[in-house]
């Protein structure tokens, strides 16, 4: 563990971009949003910042990228495929441990099955990451539920925690130790843990007072989701409630669906695009031929709360496949977050 003086701690974003382009906590001067974003000057980044409006999953499952071009050599018969990987460097400063679960889930996605997804790989390779452990909560924030903050434990290279005139900087990672040494970091006292561990039972205590926007208990609501048991018209009521935008799926830290589109360039080539996709559209699993399993809305509504909630889907995330974060309550124009989802099962259960 180290110490750095918070007048000083964007000094480590300035290291960082000697090597890395470097994304943060940005707070836009026009609308007061937050938006995790890259950034020239380090001191545009603010660590105080509310919880960014959109995941920072859009660095490395980006919205829409091309994934390789190909050609086609009609005469010859024969086809010229070019993979497009992005090596660059990235560095995300300031990331919530929210929104770090989420990277994390997207890891055990896309890299730790049977198959491992070069293209993501390529994102995640050459990243370094400084998580920020949120000593207040907000409004929105449910991470307690979901056992993914107010403090990242795993996936980080360094974890800031505010002291008050200081940050506690802890090493999780080779690279990241190699950081602290280099920037020549004071190194902590060993009470300093307990001190940190003080201030996380803090925050946690001001979730009843401060983060009054959501509640998700989801330990029964979680068995009742893996077993089925649900009353179907708790899910006709949940999809009569959704107008199919898509957007919860798109502020979710851990959501991975995804669409292949193949446009034309040219006669001879064409590029293939992966853009982002959504369980709540009727189109998302239409067959070929035009079957779909899944055309009732309150079949694809129960489809997203089962990826989120099911044991089944916690074994793959090692964890349930919900962070926390709360966007999905903050965007959903139906009012059918996944608190509030929890919350419709719960009545259900006690009736």
């Not at 902590?188 to 039972?201: H, V, Y």
């Amino acid at each position: 563990m180290y110490l750095i003086k918070k007048s000083s701690v964007l000094d480590i974003a300035r290291e960082l971009q000697k090597e890395y382009r470097v994304y943060g906590p940005v707070v836009e001067k026009e609308t007061r949003q937050t938006m995790f974003t890259g950034v020239e000057d380090a001191a545009e980044l603010d660590l105080n910042a509310p919880i960014p409006a959109m995941p920072p999953k859009h660095i490395v499952f980006p919205h829409f990228e091309r994934i390789m071009s190909y050609t086609y050599d009609r005469a010859a018969k024969k086809a010229d495929i070019r993979p497009d990987f992005d090596d660059s460097r990235k560095a995300l400063f300031g990331i919530r441990s929210c929104d770090l679960t989420g990277i994390i889930c997207l890891d055990r996605f896309f890299l730790g099955q049977e198959f491992v997804d070069e293209v993501y790989r390529n994102h995640r390779k050459n990243m370094f990451i400084v998580a920020n452990t949120c000593t207040v909560p907000f409004k929105q924030c449910f991470c307690v539920c979901t056992d993914s903050g107010p403090s990242a434990r795993e996936g980080f290279d360094l974890n800031l925690t505010d002291l008050g005139d200081q940050y506690l900087v802890e090493a999780g990672s080779e690279k990241g130790k190699k950081l602290a040494e280099k920037m020549g970091l004071a190194k902590a006292d060993d009470s300093l843990a307990k001190r940190k561990e003080a201030i996380i039972d803090a925050s946690v205590s001001k979730f009843d007072a401060i983060a009054t926007d959501n509640k998700a208990w989801i330990s029964r609501v979680v068995n009742r989701v893996t077993t089925g048991l649900i009353d179907e018209k708790v899910w006709e009521y949940i999809g009569n409630q959704c107008i199919e935008c898509g957007a919860c799926s798109y502020v979710c830290p851990s959501c991975s669906c995804f669409n292949i589109v193949d446009p034309q360039t040219s006669e001879e080539a064409a590029d293939r695009m992966r853009t982002w996709d959504s369980c709540s559209y009727e189109g998302y699993s239409r067959m070929a031929g035009g079957h779909n399993p899944r055309k009732p809305v309150e079949d694809r509504r129960s489809k997203r709360f089962f990826c989120k909630l099911s044991y089944s889907q916690s074994k793959k995330y090692l964890r349930p496949g919900c962070v926390g974060c709360g966007r999905c309550q903050w965007v959903c124009p139906g009012d059918i977050g996944l608190p509030n989802v929890v919350t419709y099962i719960r009545r259900d259960i006690q009736q």
